[in-house]
């Protein structure tokens, strides 16, 4: 996938549809979230959101937990496949002429490399946009420090002081989901998972 291309602009950025994968290092995607602005006229009031939930040992949680009705505009959770989201992902994008960004560039890569056939490939990549390559040109006009190791996400968005919550933070998502999953492996279901069980599934997917 080419990611050496102009960054997003302001209107595009504003349509985008935002993505991240979540899961444990060296295994498949667990979890695939996204989120976007609906309309051709992007507004905060009107968000959309989408919790795709990969592993087979969560799928019993879809539909039991759901973001609170202030948080987004419309919301779903689905029990797909990798390929399923990835193959709907790039169609939505293509067919209402959004950007596609995400922050974990190289992985984004090879899941749709080895998921997308040749023209939903094609699609993908001229609608997807690196995240970071935007986040250090801003970093750079600020004469801000961008170098290895200092490019997390977490620090661009307290630059752009977007709230973010205490619980927030590298790695905490996998603490998360490790938690939920020994207890559906022990428990079998949500209502026998521990209340701190049932807490790190809806921190998940805050």
């Known amino acids: 996938v080419a990611t050496k291309v102009e960054p997003p602009t302001i209107s595009e ?47 019993p949680l879809v539909g039991e937990v759901e973001l609170p009705p202030e948080a987004v505009g419309t ?29 974990s560039t190289h992985e984004m890569i090879k899941i749709a490399e080895s998921e997308l056939s040749p023209s939903l490939l094609r699609m993908f990549e001229h609608n997807y946009r690196d995240g970071k390559v935007t986040a250090k040109k801003w970093f750079k006009q600020l004469d801000l420090d961008t170098a290895k190791g200092t490019n997390t996400l977490v620090r661009y968005l307290e ?28 428990k079998g279901s949500w209502s026998r998972l521990l209340p701190s069980q049932q807490e790190n599934w809806m921190g998940v997917l805050a």
């Not at 993505?19 to 992007?42: M, N």
């Open 75 to 103: 919301y779903e959770q689905r029990p797909f496949s990798v390929g399923q989201s990835i193959n709907d992902l790039a169609r939505r994008a293509e067919k209402q002429d959004r950007r596609i960004v995400s922050w």
């Open 13 to 59: 950025a504003e349509r985008a549809i935002y993505i991240d994968f979540e899961g444990f290092k060296g295994k498949p995607p667990t979890f695939f979230g996204w989120v976007w602005a609906i309309g051709k006229k992007a507004s905060d009031d009107h968000i959309a959101c989408i919790h795709d939930i990969h592993d087979k040992a969560l799928q």
């Open 159 to 186: 630059q752009a002081r977007y709230p973010l919550p205490d619980t927030y933070g590298l790695g905490q998502t996998t603490k998360r989901l490790k938690s939920v999953l020994s207890g559906i492996e022990n």
